[in-house]
């Protein structure tokens, strides 16, 4: 298949550029979008036929969900068949549009093999003008799963996408970095017992700053309960040398790293640790206390962990608070060992 690469700006969105991927999309087939979190995989969330070539391009197991993404209230309702309560409403009001997902009771309009026969969908309203731009201009919602083959780690820059489907899908919107540079918070409000299924880019915190009575899911305290959410099921966000996780505060993981010989390892950590060590191949994930700036670096230095003419990698963790968790949640999936240093 030959991948039209359709060039945009997010500050200048050209109508013609943008109706190349409408057009694409209405004939069920497959672009890649920018969007705040990570590049996702988009097509007609309400054909079957389109919704089957995402998993083909993917590789991914259809038992895995996909988030809609939508861009008004009035397709988000179409899409649910739920009310939307005062505690649902408060929600939205504080962070949609951006880096949310909730999960519904999904109406007849949102086909099985999207909610890989639950009764309930995801459903995301995107902050990002190409993003809502392009769902606007098409007039039906978009599933839109990370633009990357299964397992990989997720894309930020387009330059990721044409990497893993190039050839695979017919299109791919080129456009600047993802800002948030992590998949969206999924919070489960289909029932009166609302729960974090996945940890992203809106933390517990901030969460329970709206609603108090919000916690996370048994299944992400209890890895062999069964996920409820994309993106936990399955092994997601490797790269293809082993990756060691190390855990502790700062002080004990500089003096392990300081015994060990780094010199064909990869040292993926903060500033911090990298300013006290001399490892001779290594990659910034920023300050230890900027967790934004950490997220956008993240999985950028899994994919350049691809050139880098080392055997393996180290990556070290952050605290569990705020979007530190999401990192961690992150980083463990992606590697393949954890150690945490007393």
Same mark, same amino acid.
């Given at each position: 298949m ?64 996909l ?44 086909? %099985? ?33 990370s ?6 780690p ?37 029932s ?12 517990? %915190?901030?969460?329970q ?48 790293l300081?015994?060990?010989?780094? %010199? ?7 500033? %911090?640790?990298l ?68």
């Amino acid at each position: 298949m030959n991948t039209q690469l359709i060039y945009l700006k997010t500050d200048h969105i050209s109508e013609n550029k943008l109706l190349k991927a409408v057009k694409i999309l209405q004939e069920d087939h497959c672009v890649a979008i920018p969007t705040e979190t990570v590049y996702g995989l988009a097509a007609n969330a309400l054909s079957e036929l389109a919704i089957k070539r995402i998993f083909e391009a993917k590789g991914r197991p259809s038992d895995n969900p996909l988030i809609v993404h939508v861009s008004n209230m009035d397709m988000l309702k179409r899409c649910i068949q739920q009310d939307l309560s005062i505690r649902i409403t408060a929600i939205i009001d504080a962070f949609w549009p951006g880096p949310l997902t909730l999960v519904f009771k999904k109406s007849e309009l949102i086909p %099985e093999v999207v909610s890989a026969h639950l009764d309930t969908v995801g459903i995301r309203w995107p902050a990002h003008p190409i993003a809502l731009a392009l769902i606007e201009a098409s007039g039906f919602p978009l599933a839109a799963p990370s633009a990357n083959v299964s397992g990989r780690p997720s894309p930020t820059k387009a330059e990721h996408v044409l990497h893993d489907l190039n050839g695979k899908i017919a299109g791919i919107i080129m456009a600047e970095q993802s800002v948030v540079g992590v998949e969206s918070t999924v919070l489960d409000v289909s029932s009166d017992d609302f729960r974090i299924l996945r940890k992203g880019g809106v933390s517990l %915190e901030s969460l329970q700053q709206i609603d108090p009575s919000i916690t996370y899911d048994d299944a992400l305290a209890h890895p062999e309960l069964t996920p409820k959410s994309p993106g936990q099921k399955y092994k997601h966000y490797a790269p293809s040398k082993p990756m060691l996780a190390l855990s502790g505060n700062i002080e004990s993981l500089v003096s392990h790293l300081k015994t060990m010989n780094l %010199e064909h390892i990869l040292l993926i950590s903060v500033d %911090e640790i990298l300013n006290q060590l001399n490892a001779p191949y290594h990659l910034s994930l920023g300050s230890l206390h900027d967790h934004e700036v950490a997220m956008n670096r993240l999985f950028d230095c899994l994919r350049e962990s691809e050139t880098i003419p080392v055997d393996s990698i180290i990556i070290t963790g952050f605290d569990d608070a705020g979007l530190g968790a999401t990192l961690n949640d992150r980083i463990g999936k992606a590697s393949s060992q954890k150690l945490t240093i007393i």
